[in-house]
């Protein structure tokens, strides 16, 4: 049986476990290894929250914002603790459950000062060398200092919570980010929470920047399938191979391009990763995708910026 079949019966069974969270990063950690913090992955991260940032500084109107919120951190909250190195005063990261830990966000903490000690940091962005200090001061106390008091320090704010109903004032957050989380959220869910991001960033100055992985995440783990596999599966029967531990939402860029639309969220500026028509087309695509252009359905990953002060105007498109 295909690694990727395997995984998918695995997660569906853990799905209707209770801790299935849990139970599934032990899983993920000795079985697939997909939760060590791997280099690639870090430095993928890493290149977020510079062009995060870089997305801020341009329509941002401020070098640094004050007020940031990241949707899905996940279990290493490497993007959070950059925008700390940065100066940001506020750092809310919202899930629906907590899914790191002390000891992953010392490993995270470590990985960074590595990354400084290599002199690899400052290619990414421009730190403050006194909140350096602070995370180096950190590592040197971690075993004396509790979960709570790490998180003060670095001025983060977890809010398991249900995304749609934020606990933030409207008109309050100066940056909403998410890096690959997109697609890992059904339309009817993620709509609300779309609007209630439109709700609580700012009008003047606000910007949103949401990078978004339109490929089949089971190609990642199994290289017998191509990252176009799941388009091939009408909506009924993907309904049976998808799990709630890691779904995907199998929208393609016009999908996403609609959601922005119809809130009027405006799409300042995207970017996005072409794909491969050859893979594609080795595909038997589900009838749902069959009547679209290929080439929009080709493309594996995109990053959307939106500068909230300007609801109107045209969009400029780069090629990743």
């Not at 801020?56 to 950059?82: D, H, R």
């Not at 790191?100 to 990414?124: A, F, M, P, W």
């Not at 003060?152 to 309050?172: F, P, T, V």
């Not at 922005?260 to 300042?268: A, E, G, M, R």
């Amino acid at each position: 049986m295909q690694k990727w079949k395997q995984k998918a019966i695995v997660q569906k069974i853990i799905s209707f476990l209770p801790l299935s969270q849990q139970i599934n990063y032990i899983f993920q950690k000795y079985v697939t290894k997909g939760v060590n913090l791997s280099d690639e992955y870090f430095y993928d991260r890493l290149a977020h929250a510079r062009d995060h940032l870089k997305a801020f500084q341009k329509y941002g109107n401020k070098p640094i914002p004050a007020t940031c919120l990241e949707i899905g951190t996940g279990w290493y909250p490497i993007v959070p603790i950059s925008f700390f190195l940065v100066g940001t005063d506020q750092i809310y990261s919202v899930d629906i459950s907590f899914l790191t830990s002390k000891k992953r966000i010392k490993t995270t903490l470590e990985k960074l000062v590595t990354c400084y000690d290599l002199g690899q940091l400052k290619n990414h962005f421009d730190f403050i060398p006194s909140k350096l200090e602070i995370t180096q001061d950190i590592l040197l106390k971690y075993d004396t200092l509790s979960l709570e008091e790490i998180l003060q320090k670095l001025n983060i704010i977890y809010l398991i919570e249900d995304a749609r109903k934020l606990s933030l004032a409207g008109n309050s957050v100066d940056l909403i980010n998410s890096n690959n989380t997109f697609e890992h959220i059904y339309p009817d869910i993620l709509i609300p929470i779309m609007a209630e991001f439109n709700r609580v960033v700012k009008k003047q100055n606000g910007v949103m920047s949401h990078f978004i992985d339109l490929s089949d995440h089971f190609a990642h783990l199994d290289s017998s399938i191509n990252i176009y596999n799941f388009l091939q599966f009408s909506d009924l029967e993907w309904k049976w191979i998808d799990n709630s531990i890691q779904p995907q939402n199998r929208l393609r860029i016009y999908d996403y391009k609609q959601i922005y639309s119809d809130l009027k969220i405006p799409i300042s500026e995207e970017s996005f990763r072409e794909g491969n028509l050859g893979e594609l087309t080795q595909i038997s695509l589900a009838d749902k995708f069959k009547n679209k252009p290929l080439e929009e359905t080709a493309i594996s990953h995109c990053h959307f910026i939106s500068n909230m002060a300007k609801k109107e105007g045209s969009s400029k498109t780069f090629s990743i």
